[in-house]
């Protein structure tokens, strides 16, 4: 295990093994095997490329003994931020055909998250493309490398600038690569993040397969599916449940596209006869509307995932309305525990519930303030353990003591209460943090940076409930004795140039003399939360 991982209690790890939950497999020898028994299958698609499973397997293998050429070994971290291209899965399993961690980081990223996880993580390599979405990340990178020394190369898909051309890696000569054990890190992903910057969550090759596989099997991903990748693939949703991983574990086609819209997307879905997709909320409802007068062919499409924020049962309704029932709801994290409702769950559940926990091995509590576990049925805080969700977050040891109990279990800072037949309904979070139509924000940082603000004396941050996106983001500032007041531009300015990624920037800033307080004098986030939603403030606004 690396170290500042937490691993597995032995005795946990092993029982694992024995229930077959981990198989001992890594994720190159998951492609080695793929790339004998489907090697001429299309493995990846993209909007440029239609990649067989042999031509990735060896296309991986170049693009490893091009990165060992560069000193890379077992264990090394690399920051991977790249949009959805052929590329991605490329670069992965290079990766892991040398041992190394992927690190991956949303294309949304900005200076201030990327220095951050190239810091955490003590990062050698960073791969970017040259630009994408109308952003250079090759300026991006020469900040990050400024800021960061250890930080030896940047690898650049496209032309590479100053950099390394991701291109001439694959002209290297063959060599042996170090590779990994099941047991050792695979892949680090960011926290959704409520105490200030993203945290590196550790997934082994073990856990994490388990994680691919089991959700592939409940979602019956066979070799002639088409999962289309629409979400950013760095992102766990998109990545892994069961996502384009799970659809190579499956012998199936990964499709991946940055597009959303349905005039671009619904084409490519009848083009390629997609069967299954994931979505968040606010897309799926986007979707849902457009079948109205698109006249594209979704017919292929027999699963439609919804995760990432709540679904709630009037826009679950919808969803399932235009597509017919094929809606699948997704409560899950990074972290670990997915929860799914079963492709043939009656409706109702489909409708009002956020799935039921993916493996026997998920250790489920829902407990009250005092860890007291509540009666069934009653809300409460969600914790969990289990053979895919991690022990403890990557260099965080303080962190770690308040995010776990003494037993392993995981705090995930949602409110939950569960139903007779094991589902969960999602009430709300615990912790300060903002889901913006599935992109999570924590309150405190944005807080940081806006009281580095010579023209600000106090921040709090706070969710606006919203029709489309389920929250925006809006922050209440006091000016500073002597200034004028700050506004949205200003602030938008200002963040962008402090590296903050362009969705965490608020939507609303509003200016008050004084914050509401609670009876121990603390920030009443509640009331400032209650100021803008009242009818008052929405006329106003």
């Not at 952003?135 to 400024?146: G, I, K, M, N, P």
């Not at 890696?169 to 910057?197: E, K």
């Not at 004396?457 to 925006?472: I, K, N, S």
């Amino acid at each position: 295990m690396l170290e500042g991982c937490v691993p597995w209690p032995p005795e946990l790890a092993e029982h694992y093994r024995k229930a077959g939950y981990w198989h001992g497999e890594t994720f190159d020898e998951l492609l080695r095997r793929r790339a004998r028994d489907r090697s001429d299958h299309p493995a990846v698609v993209d909007a440029a490329n239609r990649i067989t499973y042999a031509d990735l397997d060896a296309a991986a293998g170049r693009l490893a003994a091009g990165l060992s050429g560069l000193d890379l070994s077992p264990g090394d971290r690399v920051v991977v931020q790249l949009p959805n291209v052929a590329t991605f899965l490329t670069v992965f399993f290079a990766l892991q055909r040398i041992g190394a961690v992927a690190v991956l980081a949303l294309p949304l990223h900005r200076r201030n998250e990327i220095v951050h996880l190239c810091r955490q993580s003590g990062a050698v390599a960073y791969v970017i493309p040259d630009e994408h979405a109308r952003f250079d990340y090759r300026e991006l990178a020469a900040q990050v490398r400024d800021d960061v020394p250890g930080l030896r190369h940047v690898v650049v898909d496209g032309a590479p600038g100053p950099f390394i051309d991701l291109t001439d890696l694959y002209a290297a000569p063959g060599r042996d690569h170090g590779g990994a054990a099941p047991s050792d890190v695979a892949v680090m992903l960011v926290s959704g993040g409520t105490t200030g910057l993203p945290k590196l969550i550790p997934r082994t090759h073990d856990d994490y397969l388990y994680n691919i596989r089991a959700s592939a099997e409940l979602c019956g991903l066979g070799p002639d599916d088409v999962y289309l990748a629409a979400l950013p693939v760095s992102h766990n949703f998109a990545l892994a449940c069961p996502g384009v991983l799970g659809a190579l574990h499956a012998g199936a086609t990964a499709l991946l596209t940055n597009a959303v819209a349905p005039d671009e997307v619904f084409d490519v879905i009848a083009r390629e006869r997609v069967t299954v997709t994931a979505l968040v909320p606010p897309t799926a409802r986007m979707w849902a509307e457009a079948t109205e007068w698109s006249g594209s062919d979704l017919s292929s499409l027999r699963l439609l995932q919804v995760g990432g924020a709540r679904l709630l049962p009037e826009h679950a309704r919808l969803v399932r309305d235009a597509f017919g029932p094929v809606l699948q709801q997704v409560f899950g994290m990074a972290e670990g525990l997915l929860n799914f409702t079963e492709p043939d769950a009656p409706e109702d559940v489909v409708l009002h519930t956020q799935g039921r926990p993916l493996s026997p091995g998920d250790e489920i509590r829902i407990v009250d303030e005092d860890d007291a576990d509540v009666s069934p049925g009653e809300l409460g805080h969600l914790l969990t353990r289990g053979p895919y969700t991690l022990r403890g977050y990557y260099r965080a040891p303080e962190h770690n003591a308040v995010s776990f109990t003494e037993d392993g279990f995981y705090r995930t800072g949602d409110l939950v209460r569960m139903t007779p037949t094991g589902h969960l309904v999602v009430e709300g979070r615990v912790k300060e943090q903002i889901n913006r139509g599935g992109d999570k924000i924590a309150a405190v940082e944005l807080e940081e940076h806006l009281l580095t603000h010579p023209a600000v004396a106090d921040a709090a941050v706070v969710a606006v409930p919203d029709d489309l996106l389920g929250e925006r983001t809006c922050a209440f500032v006091i000016a500073a004795s002597g200034s004028p007041p700050i506004g949205r531009s200003e602030v938008a300015v200002f963040l962008r140039d402090c590296g903050v990624a362009p969705y965490k920037i608020p939507d609303r800033v509003e200016v008050v003399d004084a914050f509401p307080v609670t009876r121990v004098g603390k920030t009443d986030k509640r009331a400032l939360a209650a100021m803008v939603a009242s009818p008052v403030a929405k006329a106003r606004s």
